[in-house]
């Protein structure tokens, strides 16, 4: 957990610091922008909407400037089950605290009316909003120039930055745009800090992710993954992870299982040699899968998943 004492910069440098939050509605790729920003692999990323659930923190320190930004689950209108309420609570909550605003579009998609819906809650916000048009890579070039008036319309005389996350197209500059916009003060964070999650909840999510990427249509909306069991070995370079899947049917077990094992097998191995990658040692992980009915609405379950 990172430290809230900040490092000790002179003001007559004009060093910058303050939060960031990412907001857009699902799908919109706020999770590759702030892998992309940090420059390390922070939140989980999949092609299917809502992969984000809870507030993730990246931060980038410059020579002057540090930011802090807040990677949120998208907004959406509509939240069926207590966990999509609790999505939606995490992501307003994050924009109460913010010294500024990055929102998102998806330019594949264009501007949609939840987009405007967004648009009109940040336009009377206090705060600077730099509106992004993310996946220009995906169209023609000729359909950006009237999506970047849309949305100048939408929300008149803020920056607009036109980029791919992915492909870290204009990434460079976005940057630039939201350091002039913070305010003055010292750095938050360690300069070696990139986030406040611990390496337990990363574990999860990089479970999660696989769930997501290797099993289809409902069955990633009905798990969730809990780390019980966070053992380092030093001596050996070696972390040892016990980590349960749980999901609402017996008939989603069955699929995050697989014939004889293999897809849990599957899904631990491209887990466990993405945390050696990020941790820089040896992993040791081990699986399984619970049926836990109705978790998704269960409070006390939610609150043991930080939900």
Same mark, same amino acid.
């Given at each position: 957990?990172?430290?809230?004492?900040?490092?000790?910069?002179?003001?007559?440098?004009?060093?910058?610091?303050?939060?960031?939050?990412?907001?857009?509605?699902?799908?919109?790729?706020?999770?590759?922008?702030?892998?992309?920003?940090?420059?390390?692999?922070?939140?989980?990323?999949?092609?299917?909407?809502? *992969?984000?659930? @809870?507030?993730?923190?990246?931060?980038?320190?410059?020579?002057?400037?540090?930011?802090?930004?807040?990677? @949120?689950?998208?907004?959406?209108?509509?939240?069926?089950?207590?966990?999509?309420?609790?999505?939606?609570? *995490?992501?307003?909550?994050?924009?109460?605290?913010?010294?500024?605003?990055?929102?998102?579009?998806?330019?594949?998609?264009?501007?949609?009316?939840?987009?405007?819906?967004?648009?009109? &809650?940040?336009?009377?916000?206090?705060?600077?909003?730099?509106?992004?048009?993310?996946?220009?890579? $995906?169209?023609? &070039? *000729?359909?950006?120039?009237?999506?970047?008036?849309?949305?100048?319309?939408?929300?008149?005389?803020?920056?607009?930055?036109?980029?791919?996350?992915?492909?870290?197209?204009?990434?460079?500059?976005?940057?630039?745009?939201?350091?002039?916009?913070?305010?003055?003060?010292?750095?938050?964070?360690?300069?070696?800090?990139?986030?406040?999650?611990?390496?337990?909840?990363?574990?999860?999510?990089?479970?999660?992710?696989? $769930?997501?990427?290797?099993?289809?249509? #409902?069955?990633?909306?009905? @798990?969730?993954?809990?780390?019980?069991?966070?053992?380092?070995?030093?001596?050996?370079? $070696?972390?040892?992870? &016990?980590?349960?899947?749980?999901?609402?049917?017996?008939?989603?077990?069955?699929?995050?299982?697989? #014939?004889?094992?293999?897809?849990?097998?599957?899904?631990?191995?491209?887990?466990?040699?993405?945390?050696?990658?990020?941790?820089?040692?040896?992993?040791?992980? #081990?699986?399984?899968?619970?049926?836990?009915?109705?978790?998704?609405?269960?409070?006390?379950?939610?609150?043991?998943?930080?939900?």
């Amino acid at each position: 957990m990172a430290s809230r004492v900040g490092l000790s910069v002179p003001l007559d440098l004009q060093f910058r610091c303050g939060f960031v939050a990412l907001v857009g509605r699902p799908n919109v790729g706020k999770s590759t922008l702030l892998n992309a920003l940090v420059g390390a692999k922070l939140a989980i990323v999949s092609p299917k909407p809502q *992969t984000t659930r @809870t507030r993730i923190l990246g931060v980038k320190t410059l020579p002057q400037a540090q930011v802090i930004f807040v990677d @949120t689950p998208g907004l959406h209108p509509h939240s069926s089950s207590l966990l999509n309420q609790r999505m939606v609570e *995490t992501a307003l909550h994050a924009l109460q605290d913010t010294d500024v605003m990055v929102f998102l579009v998806d330019a594949q998609r264009g501007v949609i009316p939840a987009d405007e819906d967004i648009a009109r &809650r940040l336009s009377s916000m206090p705060v600077p909003v730099i509106v992004v048009l993310n996946k220009i890579d $995906l169209v023609a &070039r *000729t359909t950006l120039l009237p999506l970047l008036e849309r949305l100048a319309l939408l929300l008149p005389g803020r920056d607009l930055v036109p980029l791919s996350a992915l492909t870290g197209e204009n990434t460079a500059e976005l940057l630039k745009t939201i350091t002039a916009s913070l305010p003055v003060g010292t750095a938050v964070y360690p300069e070696d800090e990139l986030t406040d999650q611990s390496e337990r909840v990363l574990a999860q999510e990089a479970v999660r992710e696989q $769930l997501f990427l290797q099993t289809q249509q #409902e069955v990633p909306y009905a @798990t969730a993954v809990m780390v019980e069991e966070f053992t380092e070995k030093p001596e050996k370079s $070696l972390v040892l992870i &016990r980590a349960v899947i749980y999901v609402e049917r017996p008939s989603q077990r069955a699929i995050i299982i697989g #014939e004889r094992g293999t897809r849990l097998k599957q899904i631990g191995q491209a887990a466990r040699l993405q945390l050696e990658r990020l941790f820089g040692r040896k992993v040791f992980l #081990e699986l399984f899968v619970k049926v836990a009915k109705g978790w998704t609405n269960d409070p006390e379950r939610l609150r043991e998943l930080g939900l």
